[in-house]
C-alpha cells in the first residue's frame, strides 16, 4: 500500500471539515480575527503515529500560512509525553482545525499502534499480518495506509482489485471448482484470486481445481498443520477466523504463509493525544 494522492488526501479533509465547521465555527469568532498562537501536539502514551499527511492537510486548507515542525514520522514509535509537532498561525484557524486534525492523527496512530503490537507479536515467524475489510467507513483508504505503517500488510483494498470466493459464492456456483473456473473466465491474469474452505477434503478440492491461494477458515491449529503439510508449497495458505492477540502466535507457528485479522481496523482505540497552546 502507498501512501494516498494528495489529491484524495484534499477531498477527504474538504469533507471532514465541511462535516465540523457547516457554515462557520461560532466560538473561534470570539478571537481577535489576526491573533496568532504557537501551540504543541503532546502524545499521552506509547504509539506508533500514522496520519500527519491528513493532520498537516487540515491546516493547509483552513490557512495556509501556518507553520507546523513535525518531530516524527508516520510510523516513527513515540513515548509517553513525547512532543509530536508544533504549529505557529493564526489563532482562529488553529482552533477550527484541531479537533478534525487531531482525529484523524488519532484515529490512525491507533490502527498503527495495534498493527506493531500484532507484528511484534509474530516477529520472526515470517508470516504475512493482512488487514481486511472490517474497516472504519470512510476511511478504507486511511486505515490501510496506517496497518502498514504499523508493519503490517494489505489483503485487497476492495471488492475491485482481487477476487476472494467465500461459502456462499461457492454454493451459488455449485462447487468449489466451478467457482474457480468462473473466476478465471471473469478476471485478466495479475488479479489475484483466492478460496476460501472450511475443512481438508474442501482444501483437496480447491488445489485440484488448481487454487494458488487459499484461505482456511476457523481451522483449530492441528488442521492448519494439516493443511501446510498437505500443500507443501504449492499453493499459498491464510488463516482467519478466531485470531486475536492471544492465539495469534500459535497459528503463525504453524506454518501458514498469511494471517488475516480484522481486529487490526476494526475494533480502533484512538491514541490519546493532546493539542496545547502556549
Not at 30 to 46: F, G, K, P, W, Y
Not at 85 to 100: D, F, H, K, V, Y
Request: glycine content about 10%; charged content about 25%.
Amino acid at each position: 500500500m502507498i501512501f494516498p494522492a494528495p489529491k484524495l488526501i484534499t477531498r477527504q479533509v474538504r469533507d471532514a471539515l465541511d462535516e465540523d465547521i457547516g457554515s462557520g465555527d461560532l466560538t473561534a469568532g470570539l478571537l481577535n480575527v489576526d491573533a496568532v498562537s504557537r501551540v504543541e501536539v503532546v502524545c499521552r502514551q506509547s504509539a506508533v503515529i500514522c496520519g500527519t499527511g491528513w493532520f498537516d492537510e487540515v491546516f493547509r486548507q483552513l490557512d495556509p500560512k501556518i507553520v507546523i515542525e513535525w518531530r516524527v514520522a508516520d510510523g516513527d514509535r513515540v513515548e509517553l509525553d513525547q512532543q509530536l509537532c508544533t504549529l505557529t498561525g493564526n489563532s482562529r484557524a488553529l482552533l477550527t482545525g484541531e479537533r478534525t486534525a487531531l482525529n484523524y492523527l488519532q484515529t490512525l496512530s491507533g490502527t498503527a499502534t495495534r498493527a506493531r503490537i500484532y507484528a511484534d507479536r509474530v516477529a520472526g515467524t515470517g508470516v504475512r499480518i493482512l488487514d481486511t475489510r472490517k474497516t472504519l467507513p470512510g476511511l478504507r483508504l486511511q486505515q490501510k495506509y496506517a496497518v502498514t505503517c504499523g508493519g503490517c500488510d494489505n489483503h485487497r483494498i476492495g471488492l475491485y482489485d482481487a477476487i476472494l470466493i467465500k461459502e456462499n459464492h461457492i454454493h451459488a456456483a455449485g462447487s468449489i471448482a466451478a467457482a474457480l473456473d468462473a473466476a478465471q473466465d471473469l478476471v485478466p491474469g495479475g488479479v489475484g484470486i483466492e478460496i476460501e474452505v472450511e475443512s481438508l477434503d474442501e482444501l483437496h478440492e480447491a488445489l485440484e481445481a488448481g487454487a494458488e491461494r487459499v484461505l482456511l477458515d476457523n481451522f483449530s491449529l492441528d488442521g492448519l498443520r494439516e493443511a501446510v503439510t498437505l500443500v507443501s508449497g504449492k499453493a499459498r495458505l491464510e488463516a482467519s477466523g478466531g485470531v486475536n492477540l492471544e492465539t495469534i502466535q500459535g497459528i503463525a507457528e504453524t506454518g501458514v504463509d498469511d494471517i488475516s485479522v480484522g481486529d487490526l481496523t476494526k475494533d480502533v482505540t484512538a491514541v490519546d493525544l493532546s493539542m496545547l497552546f502556549f
